[in-house]
């Protein structure tokens, strides 16, 4: 009998050992979360509802806009060229995906093509902030026609960014919302045929 209440004393002993460490963690996992934005729980609340319902992490982290119907690929580069040039956001750069694909294979690719978008102050005000943040520059558009023909606006979802961490300092986190918003605008103003 006495070799009984030794291993139960041992067990009762080790579950609270084991449950004082897991108290521990989880204080020291709420004291790291506190010191995340305030909007943090939310956007991984969000990411995590994307992930299961795709299966994919890289969808859950893109916003994506539908093209209307009428509009062709061509119509939309000009429509997305144009509106970042009207709302003051620099194109540095393009690549013609399904050109170059095209090009090497001989076979005629589907139209994919990535825009390269820079406010070259921001960039560098975010770089500052954390040098992380250059693995991300400059902000991409893609124009994808998915495999069923149907065209697509995509680009990084910014808010992890913006809002999945620490508090960016206020002027920062402003100056990164109006780029996000302005990422947006470009892309629903382009996917509804607006200039």
Not at 14 to 37: G, H, P
Not at 101 to 125: E, N, P, Q, W
Not at 141 to 147: N, T
Not at 175 to 193: C, P, W
Request: glycine share 4%; net charge negative; proline share 3%.
């Amino acid at each position: 009998m006495s070799v009984i209440r030794n291993i139960l004393a041992l067990v009762g002993l080790l579950s609270l050992i084991l449950f004082a460490i897991a108290a521990y963690k989880i204080e020291s996992v709420v004291e790291r979360i506190e010191t995340f934005d305030e909007n943090a729980i939310d956007i991984y609340t969000d990411f995590v509802r994307k992930v299961y319902e795709s299966s994919s992490a890289i969808d859950a982290m893109v916003y994506k806009v539908p093209v209307s119907a009428g509009l062709t690929a061509d119509d939309v580069d000009i429509l997305i060229r144009s509106n970042a040039d009207q709302l003051n956001i620099k194109n540095v750069g393009e690549l013609f995906l399904s050109k170059e694909v095209t090009a090497i294979t001989g076979k005629r690719f589907r139209y994919i093509k990535i825009y390269m978008l820079c406010d070259a102050m921001t960039a560098a005000s975010i770089v500052n902030y954390n040098d992380a943040f250059t693995s991300i520059l400059p902000c991409r558009l893609s124009l994808v026609e998915d495999q069923q023909g149907k065209l697509w606006i995509y680009t990084l979802d910014l808010d992890l960014m913006i809002q999945g961490g620490k508090p960016m300092p206020p002027a920062l986190k402003t100056e990164a919302i109006k780029v996000r918003d302005t990422l947006q605008k470009i892309m629903h103003k382009s996917a509804e045929g607006d200039f």
